[in-house]
C-alpha cells in the first residue's frame, strides 16, 4: 500500500520548532537561562516575548537588574519570571531565572539591598492556577544570580482577596523593604492598596498600610514606591484611573505599626497656574529617587486605553508639599504603543534609566532613555537632559 504523504501543518512546524529549541537550551538552563549576549531582553529565542520590565540599581557593581515576565509563544508553559545583568552603560552581563513555580508569575518588580549586596524580586502569583486567587510572592536573590539556599517565600497572601501589581523599595536607616500592591477586596468595592514591611534578613513580614477611597467607590492602584534617605521617607505613587497621586511615609517603622489612609494624596499630574491638571489619563507609575540631585523622578503612561498610549516624567522635590515649579516632560510619543516604564537611579545623580515597552506591528520590544538631573545647593533642579534613546536589544 502507498504511504499517505505527510504534510507540515502548522500544529507540526511549531512541534518542530518547539523541539529544536528544547535541544538548543543549554545543559544548565534549570539555574541560567543565557540569551544571545547581543541582542538582550528583547530576541533571545524564536517566539520569546518578555514582558512588563522593572529595573533596580546595583551600587556596590555600578550595573543594573532587569526583572521582567518571560514567555516563549513556541514552547509550553507558564509565564515566569526572569532576569538580566545589564552593566551602567548597556552592556549585557547575563540573564537568569528567578522564578520556577507551576502556575503563571507575572508583575514582577526588584529593588536592591547594598549590605547584602542581594536584590528582593517580588510579583504576582497565580496560586490555584485558575486566575481565582493572586497572592505576592517574593525571592531574595544575590547580585551574581539565585541560589536554591534563597527559595521563593510568600509575602502578602490575604485567602479570600487578590493582591497584584506589587512595588518595593529598599529604607537604608531600618535596612528593610517597604512592598506595596493592590488589593481587591470584592463585591462592590473598588480596589485600594496595601503595603508590607519586609526584613532584609528574611524575618517575618507585616501588614503597615492600607490606602483607599473612604466609601471604596474609587479605586486606589497601580502603586509604585521609592526610597529617600537624605529625608529618611518612602513616597508612594498611585493612579485613581485617571490621574497620579502619591503619599509620603515614614522611614522607620515599628513592628506591628499600619496606617490606614483614606485622602487622595499629593496630585502629580497637576502644572502650575494653579492646580491645572495635565490633559488625558494617566495611570500605572512608576518612581525612583536620585540622592545625587535630590529628587524623585516619576513616570506614567498616558493614554495607554487608546492603544498609542506615551510615556511621561515628572521631577519631584520631596515632602507633603506640591512646589509651585513643576517639571515635566515627553519622554516617548511615538506613533506605536508605549507602556509599563520603569525607572532607576544612580546613586550620584548623574545617570537615571527610564525602561518601557513599545507595541510595534504586535511585538513587544523594550526601550531605554538615559536621564540626567542636577540641582543647585539650594535644592532647585538646574537641568534634566536625556541621554540615549533605543531599544535595549541594539546598546553595545
Known sequence: MKKKRHELTGKTIKIILCCLLFWLLPATA????????????????????????????????????????????????????????????????????????????????VDYDPVQDRYLVVWSYDRLGNNGDWDIYGRFVPATGPVDTLPGMTIGGFSTWNESHPRLAYGAVDRDFFVVFDLETGGAHQPGIAGFRVPADGSPSWHYMYIREN??????????????????????????????????????????????????????????????????????????????ANYYIITWDTNRATGHGDIYARYYPGGNTLPTTV?????????????????????????CLALWIVKHNGILFTFGREISLKSDASGVLISHDTGFYAPLDNLS
Open 30 to 109: 534549570g539555574a541560567a537561562l543565557e540569551f544571545n549576549a547581543t541582542r538582550s531582553l528583547t530576541a533571545g529565542w524564536p517566539g520569546d516575548q518578555p514582558n512588563y520590565p522593572r529595573v533596580a540599581y546595583n551600587s556596590r557593581r555600578n550595573e543594573y537588574l532587569v526583572v521582567y515576565e518571560y514567555h516563549n509563544d513556541f514552547i509550553p508553559g507558564s509565564i515566569q519570571i526572569h532576569g538580566a545583568r545589564l552593566s551602567a552603560t548597556g552592556n549585557y552581563i547575563a540573564n537568569y531565572i528567578i522564578s520556577d513555580l507551576p502556575n503563571n508569575c507575572v508583575q514582577p518588580d
Open 215 to 292: 466609601t471604596y467607590q474609587e479605586p486606589r492602584m497601580h502603586p509604585d514606591i521609592a526610597y529617600n534617605p537624605l529625608r529618611d521617607e518612602f513616597l508612594v505613587v498611585y493612579d485613581n484611573a485617571l490621574d497620579i497621586y502619591g503619599h509620603i511615609f515614614p522611614g522607620h517603622a515599628t513592628n506591628g505599626q499600619f496606617y490606614n489612609i483614606t485622602d487622595i494624596g499629593l496630585a502629580m499630574t497637576e502644572l502650575p497656574a494653579p492646580a491645572t491638571p495635565l490633559p488625558g489619563i494617566h495611570d500605572y507609575p512608576a518612581i525612583s529617587f536620585s540622592p545625587g
Open 327 to 351: 517639571y515635566m516632560e515627553l519622554l516617548d510619543n511615538n506613533a506605536d504603543h508605549d507602556r509599563n516604564s520603569s525607572v532607576a537611579c544612580k546613586n550620584d545623580g548623574t545617570g
